[in-house]
T-cell receptor, first 112, second 111 residues
Framework: SQQGEEDPQALSIQEGENATMNCSYK?????LQWYRQNSGRGLVHLIL?????REKHSGRLRVTLDTSKKSSSLLITASRAADTASYFC????????????FGTGTSLTVIP | ETGVTQSPTHLIKTRGQQVTLRCSSQ?????VSWYQQALGQGPQFIFQ???????GRGNFPPRFSGLQFPNYSSELNVNALELDDSALYLC??????????FGPGTRLTVL
């Protein structure tokens, strides 16, 4: 399967703590994107990281990419209750154009 | 706001019926993709259109078909609906930087 796989499936932390989610994939990628989804609504684009990049930041979000290990991580620092959502990685594999494949997601709960 | 809109928001159909879902992409985004998301799962890639031509397809049967129009709108058509087609259907358009921006989705229930 070309899909990314997120780990852990579920994560529960206290407000103010950091949350780390991981994504692994099997075949070479062009790009990897992270998304957030609140309770069955549309997906919100967080960060796109290209295969030649190793780290990107956006506000409290930090994404790393290790193409040798075929893995990526999403770090949310100083978490807030509003960060409670499902987080997905989506991979765009070499030779498939702009077609992104999603994993099953990490469900993050931030306890106030 | 992603600039991607979908209609309708919710839809209820019965088995065997046909359904058309609509999406309006951001102006200038020539690539649109459609996804099916079952409850508790990640989105599954259905197909993608680029400049009105199908540009890739996931593991979905031919009764799932699509159209893309020059005005950046697109349609997903599903014939002979089955109970398992109940899901959230998402469309997404690609920016020049290859970022995908999603619409809010259409929740389809098949009874």
């Amino acid at each position: 399967s070309q899909q990314g796989e997120e780990d852990p499936q579920a994560l529960s932390i206290q407000e103010g703590e950091n949350a780390t989610m991981n994504c692994s994939y099997k075949t070479s990628i062009n790009n990897l994107q992270w998304y957030r989804q609140n309770s069955g609504r549309g997906l919100v684009h967080l960060i796109l990281i290209r295969s030649n990049e190793r780290e990107k930041h956006s506000g409290r979000l930090r994404v790393t990419l290790d193409t040798s290990k075929k893995s990526s991580s999403l770090l949310i620092t100083a978490s807030r209750a509003a960060d409670t959502a499902s987080y997905f990685c989506a991979t765009d594999h070499s030779g498939t154009g702009n077609q992104f494949y999603f994993g099953t997601g990490t469900s993050l709960t931030v306890i106030p | 706001e992603t600039g991607v809109t979908q209609s309708p928001t919710h839809l209820i159909k019965t088995r065997g019926q046909q359904v058309t879902l609509r999406c309006s992409s951001q102006s200038g985004h020539n690539t649109v993709s459609w996804y099916q998301q079952a409850l508790g799962q990640g989105p599954q890639f259905i197909f993608q259109y680029y400049r009105e031509e199908e540009n890739g397809r996931g593991n979905f049967p031919p009764r799932f078909s699509g159209l893309q129009f020059p005005n950046y709108s697109s349609e997903l058509n599903v014939n002979a609906l089955e109970l398992d087609d109940s899901a959230l259907y998402l469309c997404a358009s690609n920016s020049d930087l290859n970022e995908q921006f999603f619409g809010p989705g259409t929740r389809l229930t098949v009874l």
